[in-house]
Nanobody, 125 residues
Framework: QVQLVESGGGLVQAGGSLRLSCTAS????????VGWFRQAPGKEREFVTI????????EYADSAKGRFTISRDNAKNTVYLQMNSLKPEDTAVYYC??????????????????WGQGTHTTVSS
């Protein structure tokens, strides 16, 4: 199976930036679509962004559009989430997840096969 590990979360002031990383240990990482999700205290896990196998196509939740950028480097088995202009409402545990469905643009977390342990991001005002 594919194992995913997130890193890069931390404490940042509103308006600041963070870059999260998701690194996979499996040998077939380039066969998986990867998405980012987040979960704030007391709320359900929500979709943030997704990237296809090659990295040529991306989609974003409205809350992330214009501020966040997803990218992937298959040679490094890594997907990145660049977060700019952070707001207090971005505070959450951020998770990367992978699926191998034929249709790449999947937003439902129940359809993902593998999940990382999460990395906590706190945005202070």
């Amino acid at each position: 199976q594919v194992q995913l590990v997130e890193s890069g979360g931390g404490l940042v002031q509103a308006g600041g930036s963070l870059r999260l990383s998701c690194t996979a240990s499996g040998r077939t990482f380039d066969r998986y679509v990867v998405g980012w999700f987040r979960q704030a205290p007391g709320k359900e896990r929500e979709f943030v962004t997704i990237i296809n196998l090659s990295g040529g196509s991306t989609e974003y939740a409205d809350s992330a559009k214009g501020r966040f950028t997803i990218s992937r480097d298959n040679a490094k088995n890594t997907v990145y989430l660049q977060m700019n202009s952070l707001k207090p409402e971005d505070t959450a545990v951020y998770y990367c997840a992978a699926h191998s469905s034929g249709f790449w643009n999947v937003r439902n977390p129940l359809r993902y096969d593998y999940w990382g342990q999460g990395t906590h991001t706190t945005v202070s005002s």
